[in-house]
Nanobody, 122 residues
Framework: QVQLVESGGGLVEAGGSLRLSCAASGRTFSSYAMAWFRQAPGKEREFVCAINWKGDPAYADSAKGRFTISRDNAKNTVYLQMNSLKFEDTALYFC????????????????WGQGTQVTVSS
């Protein structure tokens, strides 16, 4: 099991930027694919982006061109840089981990963080 802890959420105005971090521990971080999901009040949890063990990213359409996922294996950390934030980006953002390869299905991720809240004002 991989322990994941998200941080970096907060309140930001529309058009602004925010950088989320997910610190991992417990296993060999470099062999895992990491992902970000989000869940807004009254909505289902949805895929945002992922990065595989080689560093190849995958993005939901809503994130393309605005969000960037990256990883620093030396720090056992994955990041989500969010630019041009919109009100509809407001959600609880979760970090998740699975072996090696990217997936857009939340059921394929075995390990999850507690979430960090992102609120975008308009």
């Amino acid at each position: 099991q991989v322990q994941l802890v998200e941080s970096g959420g907060g309140l930001v105005e529309a058009g602004g930027s925010l950088r989320l971090s997910c610190a991992a521990s417990g296993r060999t971080f470099s062999s895992y694919a990491m992902a970000w999901f989000r869940q807004a009040p009254g909505k289902e949890r949805e895929f945002v982006c992922a990065i595989n063990w080689k560093g190849d990213p995958a993005y939901a359409d809503s994130a393309k061109g605005r969000f960037t996922i990256s990883r620093d294996n030396a720090k056992n950390t994955v990041y989500l840089q969010m630019n041009s934030l919109k009100f509809e980006d407001t959600a609880l953002y979760f970090c998740a981990a699975r072996e090696r390869f990217n997936s857009r299905q939340e059921g394929s991720y075995a390990d999850w963080g507690q979430g960090t809240q992102v609120t975008v004002s308009s």
